[in-house]
């Protein structure tokens, strides 16, 4: 039985419960309550265990879908339908106003910062008299579909369930997209998802949004399943339980999500009847009891609880993709082989007088050199010389402090990397920087971001299948030019390092650049390993891509650059052909020391 059945099993297993004869309504009651629970944390699944944005303020954004309808149709008289898209609307625009603030903030910040508006939002509700204060708003008027009442749990229960079900399967259509692996990126950290081309700023604000309109979704479910509102379920603690929710279920885990709800709804219930019938109502300590528990489960389950349950199905192998059909390719010049010829030995990459200062410390001093179409630069020096420094000017992560840079004739400095993409520039870093989960042809996949065009619904209604099979394709043809065809559906952390060294030339590769910077290629490759990667560098240049490279190899660099530029202390010592360089006598001292 694979995952498909299990869920289609547990869909009808849902449809079966609210018909079984005998059943309290009590019971029927809580299992709404772990799919309202569910909804939200489906979306932090999303937020906070794929995207790496822990939020302790989801409640909040329940409160506000909540809120928002029963005004409208508890105090003005609107239908439930009609306040519907108000609520998410009002649950959206407050994502998007403290999502701006929020997601810029970054480490231990951003889980205080969603602590502190969460607080806000709670004693906000409970003060406005429009909202009805702490007493809240009651006499909400029931859902009702085609004319059918749900006031009744038992037919409340399909409704809830459905929108349950139907966001689990949409949220995974998202993942598994461009879009998705967007997200996923971001754990990662910014500088290599900017790198490809993402931008990481409004990523980030469309998971915070997207987690708070399912939030919202819940907010409005509940408003009119429970019949009144107040401001005791949006606050802090809920928030802190929704989080439990999404990391006992499995932090990355979409399905999770639901079986974490059932698991903290339903072990907290039954700790409330168990607790005080064993210890007595005088002391209180169904949380402590529950904060034990929830520990002791993590530390069995540190990946949550569905990684688990997957692990007793049979692994449903999914088809590498056919690495035919690739995306079209940038006309480095022109669009035809003579124009390529004619555009080679012009000036692609230019340094002048390029220079960074930490403090009094001058990390690159001055540097001024080329890169010329169709050709190989090294750029190499001691440790400590600049040279990922200087990588670090070109690609816009770190800002000149004087000089300039261009590339193609147009000044690119001050501009971000994710710009800098764009203008096809592509790098690997000197500590590789894969996502380990996700899968060598997901990770490659990253690198045709900037070459795909479907978005978010799209992804979601699976209308990006052919967008989406292109950008795997040219994925499938970069990973079988650098030789890792059998590896392609591995995980990329499951790789040895020389290997993972060369899946980010392949992700770069798949951005199909004008200009590869590559940090130490050769480092962590074998003998033939490199020996395969001079033979692709070639390849390359013969295609009429420039290579600017940072390697330790002398023997490595010496037989592949055409040209090469010596580093010392951030300091341009020399500059020519490989076998001018050989003989350098600054290159022999700042290697070997004055008296060799």
Same mark, same amino acid.
């Given at each position: 039985?694979?995952?498909?059945?299990?869920?289609?099993?547990?869909?009808?297993?849902?449809?079966?419960?609210?018909?079984?004869?005998?059943?309290?309504?009590?019971?029927?009651?809580?299992?709404?309550?772990?799919?309202?629970?569910?909804?939200?944390?489906?979306?932090?699944?999303?937020?906070?265990?794929?995207?790496?944005?822990?939020?302790?303020?989801?409640?909040?954004?329940?409160?506000?879908?909540?809120?928002?309808?029963?005004?409208?149709?508890?105090?003005?008289?609107?239908?439930?339908?009609?306040?519907?898209?108000?609520?998410?609307?009002?649950?959206?625009?407050?994502?998007?106003?403290?999502?701006?603030?929020?997601?810029?903030?970054?480490?231990?910040?951003?889980?205080?910062?969603?602590?502190?508006?969460?607080?806000?939002?709670?004693?906000?509700?409970?003060?406005?008299?429009?909202?009805?204060?702490?007493?809240?708003?009651?006499?909400?008027?029931?859902?009702?579909?085609?004319?059918?009442?749900?006031?009744?749990?038992?037919?409340?229960?399909?409704?809830?369930?459905?929108?349950?079900?139907?966001?689990?399967?949409?949220?995974?259509?998202?993942?598994?997209?461009?879009?998705?692996?967007?997200?996923?990126?971001?754990?990662?950290?910014?500088?290599?998802?900017?790198?490809?081309?993402?931008?990481?700023?409004?990523?980030?604000?469309?998971?915070?949004?997207? %987690?708070?309109?399912? @939030? $919202? =979704?819940?907010?409005? *479910?509940?408003?009119?399943? +429970? /019949?009144? #509102?107040?401001?005791?379920?949006?606050?802090?603690?809920?928030?802190?339980?929704?989080?439990?929710?999404?990391?006992?279920?499995?932090?990355?885990?979409?399905?999770? %999500?639901?079986?974490? @709800? $059932? =698991?903290?709804?339903? *072990?907290?219930?039954?700790? +409330? /009847?168990? #607790?005080?019938?064993?210890?007595?109502?005088?002391?209180?300590?169904?949380?402590?009891?529950?904060?034990?528990?929830?520990?002791?489960?993590?530390?069995?389950?540190?990946?949550?609880?569905?990684?688990? =349950?997957?692990?007793? *199905?049979?692994?449903?192998?999914?088809?590498?993709?056919?690495?035919?059909?690739?995306?079209?390719?940038?006309?480095?010049?022109?669009?035809?082989?003579?124009?390529?010829?004619?555009?080679?030995?012009?000036?692609?990459?230019?340094?002048?007088?390029?220079?960074?200062?930490?403090?009094?410390?001058?990390?690159?001093?001055?540097?001024?050199?080329?890169?010329?179409?169709?050709?190989?630069?090294?750029?190499?020096?001691?440790?400590?010389?600049?040279?990922?420094?200087?990588?670090?000017?070109?690609?816009?992560?770190?800002?000149?402090?004087?000089?300039?840079?261009?590339?193609?004739?147009?000044?690119?400095?001050?501009?971000?990397?994710?710009?800098?993409?764009?203008?096809?520039?592509?790098?690997?870093?000197?500590?590789?920087?894969?996502?380990?989960?996700?899968?060598?042809?997901?990770?490659?996949?990253?690198?045709?971001?900037?070459?795909?065009?479907?978005?978010?619904?799209?992804?979601?209604?699976?209308?990006?299948?052919?967008?989406?099979?292109?950008?795997?394709?040219?994925?499938?043809?970069?990973?079988?030019?650098?030789?890792?065809?059998?590896?392609?559906?591995?995980?990329?952390?499951?790789?040895?390092?020389?290997?993972?060294?060369?899946?980010?030339?392949?992700?770069?590769?798949?951005?199909?650049?004008?200009?590869?910077?590559?940090?130490?290629?050769?480092?962590?490759?074998?003998?033939?390993?490199?020996?395969?990667?001079?033979?692709?560098?070639?390849?390359?240049?013969?295609?009429?891509?420039?290579?600017?490279?940072?390697?330790?190899?002398?023997?490595?660099?010496?037989?592949?650059?055409?040209?090469?530029?010596?580093?010392?202390?951030?300091?341009?010592?020399?500059?020519?052909?490989?076998?001018?360089?050989?003989?350098?006598?600054?290159?022999?001292?700042?290697?070997?020391?004055?008296?060799?």
């Amino acid at each position: 039985m694979n995952q498909r059945l299990v869920l289609v099993a547990f869909a009808a297993l849902l449809a079966i419960v609210p018909l079984i004869p005998g059943m309290p309504v009590f019971w029927v009651t809580l299992l709404g309550n772990v799919g309202l629970a569910a909804l939200v944390a489906i979306g932090l699944v999303l937020l906070t265990g794929v995207g790496g944005m822990t939020s302790f303020g989801q409640a909040a954004f329940c409160g506000f879908g909540a809120y928002a309808t029963a005004v409208l149709t508890a105090t003005h008289g609107w239908s439930p339908w009609q306040a519907l898209p108000v609520a998410l609307v009002v649950s959206g625009f407050a994502a998007v106003v403290l999502g701006l603030i929020t997601v810029r903030l970054s480490g231990h910040f951003l889980p205080l910062g969603t602590m502190a508006w969460g607080l806000s939002l709670y004693y906000l509700f409970g003060k406005i008299e429009m909202l009805g204060r702490h007493d809240g708003i009651s006499g909400i008027p029931p859902l009702s579909v085609f004319g059918i009442s749900l006031a009744d749990p038992r037919a409340a229960h399909y409704l809830i369930w459905t929108v349950v079900i139907g966001a689990a399967i949409l949220t995974t259509h998202l993942l598994d997209s461009r879009i998705g692996r967007a997200i996923r990126a971001l754990r990662r950290g910014q500088i290599a998802a900017e790198s490809f081309g993402i931008d990481v700023a409004r990523t980030k604000l469309i998971v915070f949004v997207y %987690a708070a309109l399912l @939030a $919202g =979704l819940s907010g409005w *479910l509940y408003a009119h399943v +429970q /019949r009144t #509102v107040t401001p005791a379920p949006f606050g802090l603690n809920a928030g802190i339980e929704y989080l439990f929710m999404a990391v006992v279920g499995g932090a990355g885990q979409i399905w999770g %999500a639901i079986v974490g @709800a $059932g =698991l903290v709804t339903l *072990l907290k219930e039954a700790l +409330q /009847r168990v #607790v005080p019938s064993l210890f007595g109502t005088s002391v209180q300590l169904e949380g402590v009891v529950f904060g034990i528990a929830l520990v002791a489960l993590l530390q069995v389950a540190r990946e949550g609880l569905w990684p688990h =349950l997957v692990r007793l *199905l049979p692994a449903r192998q999914r088809a590498a993709p056919r690495p035919a059909d690739p995306l079209a390719r940038r006309a480095p010049v022109a669009g035809t082989d003579s124009a390529l010829e004619t555009g080679r030995g012009e000036a692609l990459l230019v340094l002048d007088q390029a220079r960074k200062q930490f403090g009094g410390l001058v990390a690159v001093n001055d540097v001024s050199f080329k890169v010329r179409r169709g050709e190989i630069v090294a750029l190499i020096g001691p440790n400590g010389a600049g040279k990922s420094t200087t990588f670090n000017l070109i690609t816009g992560v770190a800002a000149l402090t004087a000089g300039t840079v261009r590339y193609d004739g147009v000044e690119i400095s001050g501009t971000s990397p994710r710009v800098i993409a764009r203008h096809g520039v592509a790098r690997t870093f000197q500590h590789v920087k894969l996502n380990p989960d996700m899968t060598v042809l997901e990770n490659v996949a990253l690198g045709a971001h900037l070459r795909g065009r479907a978005g978010i619904l799209a992804a979601m209604l699976r209308l990006d299948r052919r967008d989406e099979a292109r950008l795997l394709a040219e994925a499938a043809h970069q990973i079988e030019r650098i030789g890792l065809a059998e590896h392609m559906m591995k995980p990329a952390g499951s790789l040895a390092l020389g290997q993972q060294r060369m899946v980010e030339i392949a992700r770069a590769l798949a951005m199909d650049p004008e200009l590869l910077l590559l940090d130490e290629p050769a480092a962590g490759l074998r003998h033939f390993e490199k020996t395969a990667l001079a033979d692709l560098l070639d390849r390359l240049r013969a295609e009429g891509m420039s290579v600017l490279l940072v390697e330790h190899d002398m023997g490595f660099v010496m037989g592949l650059t055409d040209h090469i530029v010596v580093l010392d202390f951030g300091t341009k010592i020399a500059e020519g052909p490989p076998e001018a360089i050989k003989t350098h006598p600054a290159v022999l001292e700042a290697y070997l020391g004055g008296a060799a």
